[in-house]
């Protein structure tokens, strides 16, 4: 589960104080607020990227405060992708993998199976160069997925692909939630992606987040 | 024709209005080209009158001689000092400590970079202004910065193994190539998106694996480039070296020094001579690393199957 | 493939680019050690040192050459003999080829010298005759006279064959004796009737030794050897005593290894090696050098001299096998790079020889120096394109439209003596005044060697250099000289007080006292030749 209690954080033009957020285990939480208004800045802070200057953050029953963000064990895809581009999809895959010492073998079944849920099979070998957007947020999930992470981050992902793209990811994202249940916290500024996708809907206005009934 | 398709000119036609802009345009890039052929022309223009210089002195000799053509093969000032004994040993060594000033160059401005890039600390502006000042110090006063540094302990007992010998050299060299190396690869890091650092981190890495596995590959053509410049700079470098490292014909001597021990002797066409080989060797160098950085870029580009 | 190896390249990347880097760097400077093409090294000749000794120098001098070969590897053999038997060798034998002599006079090495038959001398120590007895004899002896009383048996070295013999007889031959004739002659007389002629020294002290004498005359050192030490006993006469004599090692001319056999002698006039042993054996030793392998030596040399003593000095680090780190610049600037270094100290930089432009240069860091000597002398003159007429005299210089170009007179030695020159009937002042008015060109140049080039290049019309800047272009341009006086530099050769080296320095002196001519033909009046300035260092390398 994520629970932020009474955060605040200062991250550059951002001043967020008091933020409550709750989403139960296996939840799929939806942030939205306009743009610009802190939500990246939030995910950040529950990935560990910005310190808090008030409050805790709670992952799966731990104190994740002050923890390292490599420790935290999140699934982070933020909002331009961030592919590494001097390796193949592949690589990208087993990235996390490689870091935990994973055996070879197991690795490459892994990244198989991975891509084909993502169904990316065909695109193994190739540099994350010439990838469409589509192709490359598939890339980027499959990668925060490889180690089966407890908690899922997602930074606006459907916001800068087409309509018939947006679709499919979202169909994806849909999927691979009732598959895996992981709790997952969604950034986005589109309500019709909170109304497919929420289990849990917050809205942040003016530095507070406010929780909505969902449909 | 709508009300907006005239101009202070009056309502002008379509055709007109073309060829107006066309006409417009051929002359804005003439311009901007001809303003920036001026400099090339003078780089152009100096490379050339070296070049003439050499070969009327090679002729006169040429002339001289009963032997026309092997006079002008062997007798010209290029070929003279190439079979210098010491203009030899002068590539020998310039070739050796440029190198190794460079990679010494890289070596400490991959991390100074990063940290500049990437870590903010204190003072971290006030560090940057200071690695600004090999750049703009007059070379002659890093050079006698360095010989009154060695004048004190820790220093002085390095003092009889550095001064005026061969260390000096790559001390010297290194001391300025440095600088221009650390400002390269900043801004290399600075042009890397740090999301992939942190989503690497979040995948698991420390920030060590993080930068070996993810910046540092990203890094590779800003590393050559520092490499480059690094190089290049070492190879110039003359002001500190003379200064600190003297200008030991068959010791301390480089290709840059050997240019002024010539004119020192009066030997003006012997100068100018090491001074073409010394833009030779730069060019050389330059291309093989535009090569090497147009196989990368072109890597990075290709579809692999 | 390539794709694969990039694949696998991808994750390794920074341990790849370390090592790669670690690689190269490693090779690069073992090749900058090792592949340098000047050292010539590597032709380590292990061919054995051959070496002519005094028999009296026995002692000191085999453990100088087993040290000696302990360190290097390299064998020294000794031939020994009297002193002055060793040269008559040297002079007959014309088949073997010895590297070196060491003999306890040096009147024999520069015997040798002037025969042609040996190059370098090097002084290393003094010994002082005087009288022994064994330590259980009762005879007294206390003047001269007792030495020569009737029926004393004396041994004595040879006059003609050792340097023992031939001091005693030096010192004896000033005193007059009653009977009108010298001490000498009454001695000859009666070792001749009673006692005996050595032909070593060793010889004299082996007669005392075993008694076959009463008495006999030897160096006061030989009485520290072991063998005698504990039988035999000094008596200090003070005529003899007062006879000093140098004992002097010289390189030969007939050795087919000069450069190793020099090294060699320098290892034994080393104050770190070579003069220790000496000291420890008896002998007054001189001040010697810091031994070195391969001596280096920091030169600074005014850019004028530059021409004339570069081949000297290509000479000089061959044969000698020493490292001249040399410094040309403008005597301004390298007076003041002297002036940055802390207690004049060679390590850090400091100069072990100064060749100055101008004594100008000399005379205000003259309390660093020594032993300076004038070598030579060079004319100042004013260079103009060749055929034309615009200078004929000093004030032309300040014509309007005429360009100019001098030394600064604060960087270089051309500076300051074109200003004293020219500060006559205020030329200079007034030549200052035109270089600030708009359209006139008058440039000062950090170094001489600066100057001609711009009148060759046609961008001034007169330029004031010295004549030797102008000999390489003899043909392209015109000289006119000054009338009045002053219009002369001339450069003093010296060594610095802190030297470490003084008496390689000193045999440098002497290879540019050899080559007069490598001077004349670069334009300058060589000074150097002339007999009483050469004595006066003669005296001084002693």
């Known amino acids: ?62 104190d994740v405060t002050r923890e390292n963000p490599a420790l935290r064990g999140i699934g982070y895809l933020p909002q331009d992708g961030a592919l590494f581009s001097t390796m193949t999809v592949e690589e990208n895959l087993a990235f996390a993998l490689r870091v935990r010492k994973v055996e070879k073998k197991r690795i490459v079944a892994r990244v198989k199976d991975l891509a084909e849920l993502m169904g990316i099979g065909h695109l193994l070998s190739r540099r994350t160069h010439g990838l469409s957007g589509g192709e490359r947020q598939r890339v980027a999930l499959g990668r925060a997925l490889a180690f089966e992470p407890s908690i899922l981050c997602l930074d606006e992902p459907l916001s800068a692909l087409d309509s018939e793209t947006r679709e499919q990811i979202l169909q994806l994202l849909v999927t691979i939630h009732k598959m895996k249940g992981v709790t997952t916290l969604h950034v986005t500024h589109d309500l019709g992606e909170a109304a497919t996708l929420a289990d849990r809907l917050f809205r942040l206005v003016d530095g507070k987040v406010e929780m909505l009934n969902t449909a | 024709m709508s009300e907006w398709s005239g101009s202070k000119r009056g309502i002008e036609g379509y055709e007109t209005r073309a060829s107006r802009i066309t006409l417009a345009n051929r002359v804005f890039i003439a311009s901007f080209m001809m303003i920036g052929s001026t400099y090339l022309l003078l780089i152009f223009g100096m490379l050339l009158a070296d070049v003439l210089y050499v070969f009327e002195q090679s002729l006169g000799k040429a002339r001289n001689s009963s032997h026309f053509w092997a006079s002008l093969i062997s007798d010209n000032p290029i070929a003279v000092s190439l079979r210098d004994p010491k203009i030899q040993y002068s590539i020998w060594l310039s070739m050796i400590s440029c190198t190794l000033s460079a990679i010494g160059s890289v070596a400490f401005a991959v991390p100074l970079g990063y940290v500049l890039s990437r870590i903010p600390f204190r003072g971290r502006n006030l560090v940057d202004a200071f690695l600004d000042i090999p750049i703009v110090l007059p070379p002659l006063i890093v050079g006698l910065s360095l010989l009154i540094l060695f004048q004190f302990a820790p220093f002085k007992w390095a003092a009889r193994s550095i001064v005026y010998q061969v ?52 890094a590779k053509l800003g590393l050559l480039t520092a490499f480059t410049l690094a190089w290049a700079r070492s190879l110039g470098e003359f002001g500190p070296l003379l200064i600190f490292a003297g200008a030991t014909r068959m010791k301390t001597e480089v290709l840059s020094t050997s240019v002024f021990l010539e004119m020192n002797v009066g030997n003006i066409e012997g100068a100018v001579a090491v001074s073409l080989l010394m833009i030779f060797t730069s060019i050389v160098v330059l291309m093989i690393t535009r090569w090497a950085s147009n196989q990368s870029a072109e890597e990075k580009a290709s579809v692999k199957l | 493939m390539l794709g694969s190896l990039r694949r696998r390249y991808g994750s390794l990347n920074l341990q790849v680019v370390v090592v790669a880097a670690l690689l190269v760097s490693i090779a690069l400077i073992g090749l900058l050690i090792f592949g340098n093409p000047s050292r010539k090294s590597g032709k380590q000749s292990h061919r054995p040192i051959l070496l002519l000794a005094a028999a009296g120098l026995r002692e000191p001098i085999e453990e100088i050459a087993r040290r000696y070969e302990a360190e290097y590897g390299v064998k020294v053999d000794i031939q020994f003999g009297g002193s002055n038997s060793l040269l008559s060798q040297i002079q007959v034998d014309r088949i073997s080829t010895p590297d070196l002599l060491l003999v306890s006079d040096a009147s024999y090495t520069q015997q040798a010298v002037e025969k042609s038959l040996a190059k370098e001398t090097l002084s290393i120590a003094i010994q002082r005759p005087c009288v022994i007895v064994r330590k259980d004899a009762t005879i007294e002896i206390r003047t001269v006279d007792d030495l020569i009383a009737p029926g004393r048996r004396l041994s004595i070295g040879n006059p003609d064959q050792a340097a023992i013999g031939k001091a005693v007889r030096e010192a004896l031959q000033r005193i007059p004796a009653a009977d009108g004739s010298n001490q000498w002659l009454r001695l000859e007389s009666s070792v001749s009737q009673y006692g005996v002629f050595k032909p070593t020294v060793n010889e004299v002290a082996n007669d005392v030794r075993i008694g076959a004498v009463d008495a006999g005359i030897v160096w006061n050192a030989t009485v520290s050897s072991p063998a005698y030490k504990d039988t035999l006993r000094v008596i200090e006469l003070p005529e003899l005593a007062s006879q000093s004599e140098m004992v002097s090692m010289a390189v030969l001319a007939s050795s087919q290894q000069p450069t190793e056999a020099l090294k060699f002698a320098r290892y034994v006039s080393a104050r770190d090696r070579g003069l220790e042993v000496f000291h420890s054996h008896g002998l007054e030793v001189q001040e010697g050098d810091d031994w070195a392998a391969r001596p280096e030596i920091n030169f600074f040399c005014g850019a004028v001299n530059r021409r004339s003593i570069e081949p000297i000095l290509e000479k000089f680090q061959e044969r000698e096998g020493v490292i001249v780190n040399t410094i040309y610049d403008g005597c301004g600037i390298l007076t003041g790079r002297m002036k940055t ?10 100069p072990d020889l100064y060749l100055a432009c101008d004594r100008y240069y000399l005379d205000n860091v003259k309390d660093w120096f020594q032993e300076d000597v004038d070598i030579s002398d060079i004319e100042i003159v004013m260079v103009v394109p060749k055929g034309s007429t615009l200078i004929s005299t000093p004030q032309d210089l300040l014509k309007p439209g005429i360009r100019v170009a001098i030394g600064q007179p604060d960087q270089c030695t051309i500076g300051a003596l074109t200003k004293r020159l020219l500060d006559r009937d205020g030329v200079y002042e007034s030549l200052m005044k035109k270089q600030l008015e708009p359209g006139e060109t008058v440039v000062e140049k950090s170094s001489s060697a600066l100057l001609v080039p711009d009148v060759l290049t046609g961008h001034v019309d007169v330029a004031i250099a010295y004549l030797s800047d102008v000999m390489p272009n003899r043909g392209k341009v015109d000289i006119v000289h000054f009338e009045s006086g002053d219009n002369v530099a001339i450069q003093p050769l010296s060594v610095a007080k802190n030297s470490r080296h003084k008496q390689l320095l000193r045999r440098f002196y002497e290879a540019v006292w050899r080559e007069g001519s490598s001077f004349e033909s670069k334009g300058f009046h060589f000074r150097y030749g002339n007999p009483a300035v050469s004595s006066a260092v003669r005296h001084v390398a002693k």
């Open chain 2, 167 to 218: 260390p000096g050299v790559i001390l010297a060299q290194w001391a300025v190539s440095c600088a221009y190396a650390v400002r390269t690869m900043k801004m290399t890091f600075d042009q890397i998106n740090p999301r992939c650092e942190q989503v690497a981190i979040s995948l698991g890495c420390t920030r060590f694996q993080a930068f070996a596995w993810v910046t540092f590959p990203e």
């Open chain 1, 1 to 62: 589960m994520i629970c932020l209690d009474d955060v605040s954080l200062n991250a550059g033009a951002f001043r967020l104080k008091g933020i409550h957020l709750l989403i139960p285990t296996g939840d799929y939480g939806v942030l939205m607020g306009k743009t610009g208004a802190g939500k990246t800045s939030i995910l950040e802070a529950i990935i560990g990227f910005t310190s808090l200057t008030a409050g805790s953050i709670t992952l799966s029953g731990r």
């Open chain 3, 341 to 350: 270094i802390q207690n004049q100290d060679p390590s850090l930089g400091f």
